[in-house]
């Protein structure tokens, strides 16, 4: 691929679309054990708003704490938080009764990083929208066509949008993204700014699109000259909504030809830095930028991808973060921004209640994977307003009342929910690991490593009442009773473990990715060169076409111990053909790449190549050589980032059908853990054998001590030739937290085998004796009940004390502990495993929902599908199948049974068995039609449970509904 940036750097006004971080770095030693003393800021509903509070202490502690926070679990990269500028919050912020010390506070509040949030991500709009007084673009004609933009004109902004900017820059740092909500109505098939209508096509005319991309071009350059950068552009504001309003409505491949063919080569071709951004619309149809993007022509181009999630709040179906998901999986590699959300109605800044959902929006957000999150209006008045005539009141951040003589100020809760996250979450901030725990109902939470090392763990508390967290790192914990409905952000310093660095280059560039990228720095000797020709291959030309070089050089990073990938971006900018560049790479004085020639890599000049490798380090600074067989040893940009040193989760070949309806794998708990999925990274990382042995060699490419299982139906390969102080790890996602009983299936001929098992490090599971089973291809299962799991990703290690026997599974089978005097919420999609015939009976092979992705949660053939509730729904169903739940009741009783379903059908019925089909405790109750397949209603029923562990089965007399999840009360 062809970039459209042709240089490293370039002069930016506040924070450019490659200026994402600082202009350079400095290396500076850190010890690793400056996890110490923690800060804790609050908001509730009980009055506190962004309240400091005592400061805490990490202590040393092996006990497994309710939310576990993991440095070298690296996710998505952080772009920022903040809100839109729009002409209403001027005009607001300028009325005769709002003084200049009013004003300057407000901008104070919203965007210094020192004062108020520091708010980090920035939207405006290019022309008019539905918070504007006027309807406009920057090339309004009476009649006729302007294909040369001569009559293009900023100048409506000047008086509005342009001085909102300029003052915000005054107090504070951002990045800003532009969106247009319409077209010049000349260019338009309905003649129009409103009511939607879609820009003239290339079919009819080219010079439409052509023209539309100059007037992009032009807005750009337009700002610069008033010190404004616009660092992105997005094509369109929700291209599939033909909105009364301003809007412009695209299909997906009218998206990517205009970006493909006008607009990425008109930013080429006038230089202009601002970076592409796709899609933005509704997450329910987020295989519109999946099409989009399968225009191989976008991609030099297009830099990220934005959302909105108003399919939540209008009642659509499939409202699920899990979407974006889908999308990830579809096209890997491309940053994702939440780029605006907001509430409807007059803005009342006592109703916290309304507000705090947010706080647990922005973490869901986060967990998907986005790397950013934009407001929508910051400033209106107390009518929620000005607003357009066809729109509506909507609820800001920052009320200004000017109602009165003198105007006052009130902040929305939801300005402080979202400042829990600006102002401690920085640009080039990395989402890292966070496990919920045990005691974390009712709890949501996300952790943050900052560019500066320095770490963020935000923890929601959505119930009623205090919870007491502990929260842990590395061996020690601090504990904080968090109040009721509030959301809270802890932040303590902490070593650097992440570099991204461009060589030979004094800027930076955020990359497709979303990686930050910053000057070079921590080399020892060599030189520079820069080549400005586009890369092939890349979309982030910029990191290939600068290098250090030399016969021999070297870098050093300083980093706390344990393992690291590194990453080595190349291209061949000089030499023609193979051979005339040769060098070798070592890390930590061992060779990683041996005589390696880039042009023979990548088969051509100009064509990006990547290779990355894991090194273990364990004396504080990773140190990479660089030296040369064959003419100059080069490299053009590095990255070195964290990965667990208990080694990263194997991507299982276990399946919907083998072994037959299981889960799958190693990925999801409740589920089965397979001995023959343990960690990829290899000896002493996800495993350690002290002998040999293995007689299977063809499930996996590092498969040792495998061999083929045939003393059971769902076998597939056992682990073997275990011996004392032999290890494994297993890297899952505990889904749902709570008690679980745990099977350990084991085979040996002779008694006296033992084994144990940590989770993340610490003891968890005491050791447990391995029976003689009658041969090493019996399999029996040592039990191991009332085990309490932590939510989120853990790593389990099973270490065997004394050897001599086989292992082939552990099964994590949830029970649901009823609580007798109150309500037992429980999902349909966590029935028992044990796969088909076991946990679940579906009559029709093959999961409908699921497809392509199947499996997605949990393999097999149940039916599940992403349900409108935000969780998952069994779907698809038939007479006769069923679905199990284990439960434990600590006293007899008769519940009231709730069941949640949705049809369109009035025939559904479904009865309730308990230990065994046909043992029914409850009476056959029928399924009344909803208003839809994602409408769900309830159904009442009575049921009897004595006291102990039962099966409960939700057995489907006559299918034809969707089941939610049932609730015993």
């Given amino acids: 691929m062809k970039s459209p940036h042709g240089r490293v750097s370039r002069s930016v006004g506040v924070l450019g679309a490659a200026v994402l971080v600082a202009t350079s770095i400095t290396l500076t030693a850190q010890p690793a054990s400056a996890v110490t003393t923690v800060h804790n800021w609050q908001t509730s509903q009980g009055g506190d708003r962004l309240t400091a509070k005592t400061d805490l202490t990490f202590a040393t502690d092996s006990s497994t704490p309710d939310i576990l926070v993991d440095p070298t679990q690296q996710y998505q990269a952080i772009d920022g938080f903040g809100g839109a500028f729009n002409e209403s919050g001027w005009t607001v912020l300028n009325r005769s009764n709002v003084t200049a010390a009013q004003r300057n506070s407000v901008l104070d509040q919203l965007f210094s990083p020192t004062n108020g949030a520091g708010f980090s991500l920035t939207r405006t709009a290019m022309g008019s929208n539905d918070f504007s007084p006027t309807h406009y673009s920057y090339d309004d004609l009476s009649s006729g066509t302007d294909f040369s933009q001569a009559s293009f004109s900023v100048a409506h902004d000047e008086s509005t949008l342009i001085p909102y900017i300029q003052a915000a820059q005054s107090h504070g740092s951002f990045r800003i993204m532009a969106s247009p909500w319409t077209a010049p109505g000349w260019m338009k098939d309905n003649g129009s700014l409103i009511g939607g209508g879609s820009l003239i096509t ?16 032009k807005y750009v350059q337009a700002y610069a000259a008033h010190g404004i950068t616009i660092n992105d552009v997005s094509i369109q504001n929700e ?22 063919n006008y607009l990425g080569p008109t930013f080429t071709s006038s230089n202009i830095g601002a970076r592409i951004r796709g899609y933005e619309h509704n997450r329910d149809t987020w295989t519109y930028p999946v099409d989009m ?4 022509g976008t991609l030099p181009y297009v830099s990220g991808i934005d959302f909105h999630p108003y399919e939540c709040d209008f009642g659509q179906s499939y409202c699920d973060t899990a979407n974006l998901g889908l999308f990830n999986q579809a096209k890997p590699g491309y940053s994702t921004w939440m780029s605006e959300h907001t509430d409807l109605g007059i803005p009342n800044a006592s109703d916290y209640p309304g507000d705090e959902r947010w706080g647990g929006e922005i973490v869901d957000e986060m967990l998907a994977g986005e790397g950013g999150y934009i407001y929508w209006n910051m400033v209106l008045d107390q009518t929620g307003g000005p607003f357009s005539s066809l729109s509506d009141a909507q609820e800001p951040l920052v009320i200004v009342d000017t109602s009165g003589a003198s105007a006052s100020v009130s902040y929305m809760p939801k300005f402080y929910e979202l400042a829990q996250f600006s102002k401690f979450v920085r640009p080039g901030a990395y989402r890292i690991g966070a496990s919920g725990g045990a005691n974390s109902d009712g709890l949501k939470s996300v952790a943050f490593k900052n560019p500066d090392g320095s770490e963020a763990l935000v923890v929601v508390n959505t119930t009623n009442s205090a919870k007491t967290v502990k929260v842990g790192e590395a061996g020690s914990t601090f504990s904080r009773s968090v109040a009721a409905h509030s959301t809270n952000t802890f932040t303590w310093t902490a070593p650097v473990n992440t570099y991204h660095v461009i060589a030979g280059s004094t800027g930076t560039w955020g990359a497709v990715n979303g990686d930050h990228y910053t000057a070079d720095a921590g080399f020892t000797g060599g030189g520079t060169a820069v080549n400005a020709n586009a890369i092939d291959g890349s979309a982030d030309d910029p990191l290939y076409q600068s290098e250090r070089n030399g016969t021999s050089f070297s870098y050093a990073f300083p980093v706390p111990a344990g393992r690291y990938r590194v990453g080595l971006k190349l291209s061949e900018n000089y030499f023609t053909s193979t051979g005339q560049r040769v060098f070798n790479v070592s890390a930590e004085g061992a060779t990683q790449l041996s005589n390696f020639d880039i042009y023979a890599a990548a088969g051509a000049r100009y064509k990006a190549i990547d290779r990355t490798f894991d090194v273990n380090v364990t004396d504080g600074t990773l140190n990479l050589g660089f030296a040369s067989t064959v003419n100059l040893a080069k490299v053009d940009a590095i990255s070195v980032t964290p990965i667990p040193s208990t080694g990263q989760q194997f991507t299982s070949a276990v399946n919907a059908s083998v072994p037959s309806g299981f889960s799958t794998g190693t990925g999801s708990i409740p589920g089965f853990v397979f001995a023959q999925d343990y960690n990829t990274g290899g000896e002493g990382v996800g495993y350690h054998f002290s002998g040999t042995g293995g007689t299977d060699t063809t499930y996996r490419s590092d498969a040792t001590h495998l061999q083929a299982c045939t003393g059971d139906t769902y076998c597939g390969d056992n682990v073997g030739w275990l011996a004392d102080g ?18 350990v299936a084991v085979a040996s001929n002779a008694a006296g085998g033992t084994f144990s098992i940590n989770m993340d490090g610490q003891p968890w599971i005491a050791s447990q004796s391995v029976p003689n089973t009658g041969g090493y291809q019996s399999w029996q299962s040592v039990n191991i009940n009332g085990v309490n799991l932590p939510l989120g990703k853990h790593t389990f290690t099973f270490k065997v004390g004394t050897g001599g026997f086989n292992v082939h599974s552990i099964e994590f089978s949830k029970i649901f502990q009823l609580n007798t005097s109150g309500s037992n ?5 966590w029935y028992a495993t ?4 076991f946990g679940s009976h579906d009559a029709t092979a093959g999961n409908s929902f699921t497809n392509p992705y199947r499996g997605y949660l949990r393999g097999g053939d149940t039916d599940l599908e992403i349900s409108s509730t935000g969780n998952f729904d069994v779907g698809n169903t ?7 739940y284990v439960v434990y009741n600590p006293t007899a009783k008769t519940y009231n049974l709730a069941l949640k379903a949705a049809t369109t059908f009035t025939t559904g019925q479904v ?26 209603g309830t159904v009442n029923t009575s049921v009897t449970i004595p006291a102990g562990y039962h099966a409960l089965y939700v057995y489907i007399v006559n299918g034809g509904f969707n089941i939610d999840s049932f609730t015993l009360s």
Avoid: C
């Fill in 202 to 217: 290339p079919s009819v005319d080219p010079r439409y699109y052509q023209a539309y991309a100059t007037y992009f071009a």
């Fill in 239 to 260: 291209p599939l909504n033909p909105a009364k309003f301003e809007s412009t409505v695209y299909t997906a491949a009218q998206m990517a030809d205009f970006i493909a």
């Fill in 293 to 296: 993007l399968n225009n191989a």
């Fill in 726 to 743: 032999d290890w494994l790890n297993y890297t899952s996602t505990v889904n749902v937290s709570g008690d679980y009983d745990i099977h």
């Fill in 825 to 829: 919420p429980i999902e349909a999609e």
């Fill in 834 to 837: 044990g796969g088909e015939g």
């Fill in 878 to 884: 038939e007479n006769g199948e069923w679905l199990k």
């Fill in 911 to 936: 009865r309730y068995d308990l230990d065994s089909i046909g043992n029914t405790v409850g009476a056959t109750t029928s399924i009344p039609a909803t208003s839809g397949w994602q409408s769900f």
